[in-house]
Structures are given as structure tokens and as C-alpha cells.
């Protein structure tokens, strides 16, 4: 079975201030994981993925996000927040035969303040 | 590429009746998906096309629900005897698998709002 669970419905950071966005996933499979991003009224954008080889990956807009299959994690970074990156973001993991079929997790909102 | 489109945008209806929704891919994408998020949770797969096959369902979609993708294009789901329990946003995403499994990518639409009163 697949999930995955994020930690912290909300997290608030100052412009400029490091962005940790938590997901810990559950896989039978050797996991694929990935980041979305959902602004207001807009569709689901893809930030990043880990698929196979380095574990360490980096997406748009200067996101970044390390799996560590240890720790069953791959959290979400970004050294500077800026004022754009305030949305919904939504950790998912997929079996990989077909990456489309993904679980979500419940999100995290990211709010950033001037 | 104009993305993936959907309409309506926002449905508002009774509960009882039906309801269709209709997804158009992205051009030459053989591969379709509906999602379904309610408020505080993330999109939930209801079901996958490849090409005019349905080739995955989940046990989500109750007897009510039906999709369809007859000509491997544009898709629709139908929801009938609408419940309130249906309101939610109705996602559709769209893609073209490339030789590797995982190469394939997302897009997504806007969705469909889904409010039964």
C-alpha cells in the first residue's frame, strides 16, 4: 500500500527565510515520488521528482528535495522564500508502472510574509 | 499546447440530479486521468484512460460514477443521483508516456467545482 503523510497543514515564513515542507511516505514498492504545486484557480504543477538515481533533486523555481529512503522522506526545501512561492503544495508518491496513478497527500499551504 | 481544459469551471446542482463534466487533454496525449479533492485533501484518482481504454478504476467511483473517453480524446464523467457528498473539485490531467515509465509527467487541468446542494 501507498501513502503519504505531510506535516504541518500550514507552514508560515518570512521573505528570504529557509522553506521545509515535510512529506514521510509509505511504499510497498520502491517507491516514485514527487512535489506539486497548486496556486488559486490554477491546475496542479509539477515541481520535482525522484524517479531513480541521485537522491537529491532539484525542481523549479529553486525547489529542492532529498529522498532518503532511510528516514522513508522527502522533504521539500528552498533557501529563500520569496512572495511568488505562496501556495498549496502537495507531496505524492506512485507505484511507477504508471506515474500517473499518484497519492497525495493532504497538502501543506505556504504562506510568506514581507 | 493550450493545456488541459475542463468545463464547466463550476457546477452548482440538486442533489438528485446528474451531472457531466468533460475534460480535454492536451493534443496527442494518450493518457487521461480524473482525480477528485475535497476541501483540506489532497486529489484523490478515481480513474485512467490510455488512449479509449479505461484501464483503471478506483473504488471510489461508485456505480453513480461513469467516464468515458470514446474516440481516445476528450473524456466525461458522468455523476448520477448526485449526493452532497459529491461536492468536491473534479481534477483531470493529461499525459504522454515517453519509452521510460518514468518519464511520464502530469498536466493538469483547472477542474470542475462541484457543488450539490
Known amino acids: 500500500a501507498q501513502s503519504v503523510t505531510q506535516l504541518g497543514s500550514h507552514v508560515s515564513v518570512s521573505e528570504g527565510a529557509l522553506v521545509l515542507l515535510r512529506c514521510n511516505y509509505s511504499s510497498s514498492v520502491p517507491p516514485y515520488l514527487f512535489w506539486y504545486v497548486q496556486y488559486p484557480n490554477q491546475g496542479l504543477q509539477l515541481l520535482l521528482k525522484?524517479?531513480?538515481?541521485?537522491?537529491l533533486v532539484k525542481g523549479i523555481n529553486g525547489f529542492e528535495a532529498e529522498f532518503k529512503k532511510s528516514e522513508t522522506s522527502f522533504h521539500l526545501t528552498k533557501p529563500s522564500a520569496h512572495m511568488s512561492d505562496a501556495a498549496e503544495y502537495f507531496c505524492a508518491v506512485s507505484r511507477g508502472s504508471t506515474l500517473g496513478r499518484l497519492y497525495f497527500g493532504r497538502g501543506t499551504q505556504l504562506t510568506v510574509w514581507p | 499546447d493550450t493545456g488541459v481544459s475542463q468545463d464547466p469551471r463550476h457546477k452548482i446542482t440538486k442533489r438528485g440530479q446528474n451531472v457531466t463534466f468533460r475534460c480535454d487533454p492536451i493534443?496527442?496525449?494518450?493518457?487521461l486521468y480524473w482525480y477528485r479533492q475535497t476541501l483540506g485533501q489532497g486529489p484523490e484518482f478515481l480513474t485512467y484512460?490510455?488512449?479509449?481504454?479505461?484501464?483503471?478504476k478506483s473504488r471510489l467511483l461508485s456505480d453513480r460514477f461513469s467516464a468515458e473517453r470514446p474516440k481516445g480524446s476528450f473524456s466525461t464523467l458522468e455523476i448520477q443521483r448526485t449526493e452532497q457528498g459529491d461536492s468536491a473539485m473534479y481534477l483531470c490531467a493529461s499525459s504522454l508516456p515517453g519509452r521510460a515509465d518514468n518519464n511520464e509527467k502530469l498536466f493538469f487541468g483547472s477542474g470542475t467545482q462541484l457543488s450539490v446542494l
Open positions: 525522484y524517479t531513480t538515481g541521485a537522491t
Open positions: 484512460f490510455q488512449n479509449e481504454a479505461q484501464l483503471e
Open positions: 493534443s496527442e496525449h494518450n493518457r
